[in-house]
T-cell receptor, first 115, second 111 residues
């Protein structure tokens, strides 16, 4: 069964450092998302990406964040200068089209710990 | 601004009984609603969905009900099983936009 894969599963970084979270979406999907879940809180939308550009982003997704699809398979989230409050589980998701009512498939998540 | 609200953080049910998880939303433009299940250390997995043109969708033990006038949906699990113990997230979206999640309800099913 196709799945969304995320690496690494756990990343520890020092405050102020740059971090890149990687995702391989399901191969025929066209619409990609990043969400995060701070411990004990809800799953929050960060950004969606379609046709090689950001289609939607939340207030959380400020200038410290960027996304990229560097090749035909990977989808990355970069945090330029991490803060303590960036510590969270980050989930990548993909869906096959933004126009039809279909579900998004989520990866296992990357636990980011900023120290 | 909570567009999707799950007001019960937890629910405990005995095996074999019905579990009812509730979700309220504020955005009348939402036209598609989903339930996801999440186990610890895993990503959310899709469970069941409903379009705004329907008021019920059933898949095995899982049924989702939508009351558009009340902006309320619920997930019924019958009969509940210990393996159903997980966090359940309600999510909603307008066509072409990202899913908006509720805070989740932790379901515990005891045997």
């Amino acid at each position: 069964e196709p799945e969304v894969t995320q690496t690494p599963s756990h990343q520890v970084t020092q405050m102020g450092q740059e971090v890149i979270l990687r995702c391989v979406p399901i191969s025929n999907h066209l619409y990609f998302y990043w969400y995060r879940q701070i411990l004990g809180q809800k799953v929050e939308f960060l950004v969606s990406f379609y046709n090689n550009e950001i289609s939607e982003k939340s207030e959380i997704f400020d200038d410290q964040f960027s996304v990229e699809r560097p090749d035909g398979s990977n989808f990355t989230l970069k945090i330029r200068s991490t803060k303590l409050e960036d510590s969270a589980m980050y989930f990548c998701a993909s869906s096959d089209t933004p126009t039809l009512n279909t579900e998004a498939f989520f990866g296992q998540g990357t636990r980011l710990t900023v120290v | 601004d909570q567009q999707v609200k799950q007001n019960s953080p937890s629910l405990s049910v005995q095996e074999g009984r019905i579990s009812i998880l509730n979700c309220d939303y504020t955005n009348s433009m939402f036209d598609y609603f989903l339930w996801y299940k999440k186990y610890p250390a895993e990503g959310p997995t899709f469970l069941i969905s409903i379009s705004s043109i329907k008021d019920k969708n059933e898949d095995g033990r899982f049924t989702v009900f939508l009351n558009k006038s009340a902006k309320h949906l619920s997930l019924h699990i019958v009969p509940s099983q210990p393996g159903d113990s997980a966090v359940y997230f309600c999510a909603a979206r307008q066509a072409g936009t990202a899913l908006i999640f509720g805070k989740g309800t932790t379901l515990s099913v005891s045997s």
